[in-house]
């Protein structure tokens, strides 16, 4: 069973950079990919990006290509999301989530954490 623990978010305004952490505990999570979620007030959960826990490769939905660079640090068991030129749409709780392999669906996903606020004033 791996338990994942969301850090770091907060209000920001727009522009601004914020980055938030998922630091796991109680698995192998050398066996798992992680991906970053994110749900609006009033919206469907959406992909924002995921990481391969071993082979180190990232990828990201559209809207945030280019603003947001998610790592990991092995030793840590974490994994990190930069968030860089914040928007308000940005504005969602965060959560992170552990799979065996990652991608865009939130149903690959078997371990979630709980999530953090992000939000961004314009």
């Known amino acids: 069973q791996v338990q994942l623990a969301e850090s770091g978010g907060g209000t920001v305004q727009a522009g601004g950079s914020l980055r938030l952490s998922c630091v796991a505990s109680g698995g192998n999570f050398s066996s798992y990919g992680i991906g970053w979620f994110r749900q609006a007030l009033g919206k469907q959960r959406e992909f924002v990006g995921g990481i391969s826990w071993t082979g180190g490769s990232a990828f990201y939905a559209d809207p945030v290509k280019g603003r947001f660079t998610i790592s990991r640090d092995l030793v840590k068991n974490t994994v990190y999301l930069q968030m860089n030129r914040l928007k308000p749409e940005d504005t969602a709780v965060y959560y992170c989530?552990?799979?065996?392999?990652?991608?865009?669906?939130?149903?690959?996903?078997?371990?979630w954490g709980q999530g953090t606020q992000v939000t961004v004033s314009s």
């Open positions: 989530a552990a799979a065996s392999m990652a991608g865009p669906y939130s149903n690959w996903y078997d371990f």
